[in-house]
Every structure is written in C-alpha cells, then in structure tokens.
C-alpha cells in the first residue's frame, strides 16, 4: 500500500524508552554486580587470581547465556500472545465484518470523537487497514513494537557480556590486587552505568547514581564476607 510521507511534529518523549531502557541499564548492572562479587567471593577465600579469573569467565558465560534463555522464553511467550491476538482479529475481521466496524466506531466514541465522525474515522481505518487499526487501537499492538524473542535474547546476552569485562579487565590488569582492582573499576562502572541511565531517562543524576553503587558496593561486600568466611572453613 502506498503512503503518502506525513512530517511529523516530533518531541522527544523520554518515558518511552522506559522500556528498553530499563532493561538495558538492568541487564548491565546485573552483569558488573553478579560478576564482580562471584570474583570477590573467590578472592576473599584467598584462592589464587587465576582462580579468581575462571570464577570470572564462567560467570560472564553463565549470565550471559541465562539472560538469553531468560529473554527468550519470556518474549516469547509474549510473541505467542501477540500472534494469538491478530489470529482471532483477522478471523474476526473476515467473519463479521460489520460488528468489527461498530466495535472500531465505539472505541473513538470512548475517547471522545461524536459518533457520526467516529464511525467516518473507523471506515476510512477500515478501508486503509483494518487489521492494523483493530490492533493499534482495540490491543494496543504497534506493528514496530512487536515482541523479538531472537532479538532479545541476543541484546540481553551480549550486554552481559560485555559489562561481565568490566571486573575482569581490572585484574587483568592488577592481577596482584584482586580485592582492591575488581571493587573500584566494577563501582565506577555501576557509577557511569547509573548517571547515563538517569541521563538518558531525565532522571536526577547524582540520585541513581549513588543508588546503584550503594546497592553494588553492599552485594560486594556481603560476598567478600561469605569468601572469606568459607575460605577460612575450608582452609
Ligand atoms: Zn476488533
């Protein structure tokens, strides 16, 4: 079907990102915590850096792969919903086609259009896509934000993997000081991750910022005290 271009009065409407947004800034802050105090735990029980290193790798596979198991079945379960709902619309749409119409006309009603207008918007949808319109406007599905169970699962994992180097990059780089290399480059990381979230979402800076290092920090700390605790047991 051919379009005519409409320019858009565009505004910039931040808590639409809320979505992807979240789940990105959550799925990196998992992967800096979960990371670097599995690396912590390990270098507390006093067990050798390459140790530590493994703990570190295995973690980074680990979250990685669970994020995209995670993702994946969650979207999708969301993408069955999704297909579910377009196969009753479209057999609906075939099967009684004039009380999809008044359906379509009642929805405009509600949201304030007179009904002789309404029921002129819904024709006109009806005719250009009714399909579309029974989505958008009765099921809330936009065509362009359907779930992408692949998609997803694939992000998800690759942005474990990379934050997951944070803390595995500082004791490659101070091998001798896991204790003090992994905690300070994983909070400043927690730190940045935080301010560019709150940046990107128009939230206070400072505020999240300081909230996801205080909550990082605490996660590091507990686990340093149970490493050391079992490596005390152990050895
Ligand atoms: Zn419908």
């Not at 947004?21 to 690396?39: F, K, P």
């Not at 075939?94 to 029921?119: C, N």
């Not at 934050?163 to 204790?179: E, K």
């Amino acid at each position: 079907m051919k379009r005519t271009p409409v320019r858009r009065h565009h505004e910039l409407h931040r808590s639409q990102r809320g979505g992807w947004l979240r789940a990105g800034v959550l799925g990196s802050n998992d992967a800096i915590v979960s990371t670097s105090s599995l690396m912590i735990g390990v270098a507390a029980s006093e067990a050798s850096p390459a140790a530590v290193m493994i703990a570190g790798v295995a973690g980074l596979c680990a979250g990685a792969l669970s994020m995209a198991v995670g993702e994946f079945v969650s979207v999708s379960s969301q993408h069955d919903a999704e297909l579910a709902d377009i196969a009753i619309e479209q057999r609906e749409l075939v099967e009684a086609p004039a009380a999809e119409l008044k359906e379509l006309a009642g929805i405009y009603r509600e949201r304030g259009l007179e009904a002789d207008l309404a029921m002129e918007v819904a024709q006109q949808l009806t005719k250009h896509d009714g399909l579309a319109a029974h989505l958008r406007d009765e099921l809330g599905i936009e065509q362009r934000g359907r779930a992408r169970p692949l998609q997803a699962a694939w992000v998800s994992a690759l942005s474990f993997a990379t934050f997951a180097l944070v803390p595995i990059a500082a004791l490659v780089l101070v091998p001798g000081h896991a204790l003090y290399a992994i905690p300070t480059a994983s909070l400043a990381g927690l730190a940045a991750l935080g301010a560019f979230g709150a940046h990107l979402g128009g939230a206070p800076i400072v505020r999240a910022a300081a909230r996801v290092t205080i909550g990082g920090g605490i996660a590091m700390a507990l686990t340093a005290l149970i490493g050391r605790l079992l490596g005390v047991a152990a050895g």
